[in-house]
Each structure stands twice: as C-alpha cells, then as structure tokens.
C-alpha cells in the first residue's frame, strides 16, 4: 500500500520556503528551520523523519509486548534526530529513541528486552538503517 506526501520549495535555498503535506498533516519549513535555528516557525524533514520513527516505534512496541501477553496501556516515544556535515553534506548521523512504557504485569529488564526488538522490527528503523547511530533510552512506569 504506498503512501503518499507532497513538497513543494520555491525561492533560492537560503531565502525561500517550502510547504509539506502527509494526509491531514500540513506546514512549512525553511533553511532557518532546518540548519540555522530548530525552534524557528515551521517543521522540518528531520522533525517528520523523526515523528514517523517515533510513532513506529511505539506502535511496533506495543504489537511486541501484546504479542507476549502483556496489557499495554502506553508507550510513549520521542526520537531526536541530529544533522551534522559529513564530507561537507548534510547528514543525518544519528536517531536517538526514548521511550516510556506503562505495562502491567512486567519489569523494567523486560521492558527492555521488547524495546530492543522493536527497535530492530520497527518499519522506519529498517528504513534508516543507513544513520550512522540509533540508540535507545528505555524508562519504565510499571
């Protein structure tokens, strides 16, 4: 099933701007937006690369630990993706996963252990194979 998003940029790379849309999901971004300042106005492609990676893993997570017979009743998950110049390019060198489980019925090592795995079996994760560096920080609320 293929899934669709639009851009479209207009103007020169340090002046112009872009537009984005993912079904219901639209904004703007910039090169301040991207390069220059992370909290100027609009999103950024790193920001989706990481809230699609985010929502995978969560969800992939979730599917793991049910799978095992436990009751989920949250993941909650937050990747920081971090640029950085390679061969003076523009590379995403690292993907750093944080995520909190709500589970009953398991301890922390355990929680652990399926974060692990869905870190591997996680769609975006086998996507960004290619970043150079993706950890993960597991806390756990029992």
Do not use: Y
């Not at 252990?113 to 870190?119: F, L, S």
């Amino acid at each position: 099933m293929p899934n669709v998003a639009n851009a479209e940029w207009n103007g020169n790379l340090k002046e112009g701007q872009g537009h984005f849309s993912a079904g219901s999901l639209e904004g703007e971004f910039t090169f301040k937006s991207r390069f220059e300042d992370g909290q100027a106005a609009g999103a950024n492609p790193e920001q989706l690369i990481g809230a699609a990676h985010a929502s995978c893993f969560s969800m992939a997570l979730s599917n793991d630990l049910a799978q095992h017979g436990h009751e989920v009743e949250s993941v909650k998950t937050t990747v920081e993706v971090t640029v950085k110049m390679v061969d003076e390019v523009p590379t995403i060198t690292k993907a750093a996963i944080k995520t909190v489980g709500k589970v009953a019925g398991i301890d922390a090592a355990h929680f652990a252990e399926h974060a692990e795995q869905a870190k591997t079996d996680c769609i975006v994760s086998r996507a960004l194979a290619g970043i150079d560096e993706i950890t993960l920080e597991t806390s756990f609320e029992g």
